[in-house]
T-cell receptor, first 112, second 113 residues
């Protein structure tokens, strides 16, 4: 049973609009969350993170929101650009744990 | 970019043959990881290492072994490859104290025929 879920396998958004990628988790011990972006034939690259002491973290066009009571986080990309087209993975861990659990990924397509 | 390389980048092998994948880092990081990526599953942890000669199993370790004799190298071995081990394999490293982010290598595409 997947502990980290990304229920939308794919998402298409118009250039300049907002992209919202969602992630749900089941393990209440998870306390630290990351988003990774992956282009074809490359390794995933770290995008942004958030710990449970925050409900929002922002880095340029990227904002991650965390709702601990709902066990839900989301990644907002504003404005979306064609170069944002990639697969996005959500990952979670216990704060002092060594390992992350990854979701299955959401493929984002930003249309010009 | 984190200094992580993986070799080979592509490999085709036959069922029953042994295969070793290599991960090399130049960052002197303590933690190293092997993942496999399959459609619908995202990245799943195979084995990880928290120091030289210190390794542990991950979520999908059956059929795989690892070794780490030097800080910079982490080897993943499939003792007898099976078709279910056809996948893309990624190595990752994690930095020191207080660092949570993992940095990934470019991946190895393995096909077992």
């Amino acid at each position: 049973d997947q502990q980290v879920k990304q229920n939308s396998p794919s998402l298409s958004v118009q250039e300049g609009r907002i992209s919202i990628l969602n992630c749900d988790y089941t393990n209440s011990m998870f306390d630290y969350f990351l988003w990774y972006k992956k282009y074809p034939a490359e390794g995933p690259t770290f995008l942004i993170s958030i710990s449970s002491i925050k409900d929002k973290n922002e880095d340029g066009r990227f904002t991650v929101f965390l709702n601990k009571s709902a066990k839900h986080l989301s990644l907002h990309i504003v404005p979306s650009q064609p170069g944002d087209s990639a697969v996005y993975f959500c990952a979670a861990s216990v704060v002092y744990g060594q390992n992350f659990v990854f979701g299955p990924g959401t493929r984002l397509s930003v249309l010009p | 970019d984190a200094g992580i390389t993986q070799s080979p980048r592509h490999k085709v092998t036959e069922t029953g043959t042994p295969v070793t994948l290599r991960c090399h880092q130049t960052e002197n990081h303590r933690y190293m990881y092997w993942y496999r990526q399959d459609p619908g599953h995202g990245l799943r942890l195979i084995h990880y290492s928290y120091g030289v000669k210190d390794t542990d199993k991950g979520e999908v370790s059956d059929g795989y072994s690892v070794s780490r004799s030097k800080t910079e190298d982490f080897l993943l071995t499939l003792e007898s490859a099976t078709s279910s081990q056809t996948s893309v394999y990624f190595c990752a490293i994690r930095g020191g104290q207080g660092s949570h982010e993992q940095y990934f290598g470019p991946g190895t595409r393995l096909t077992v025929t």
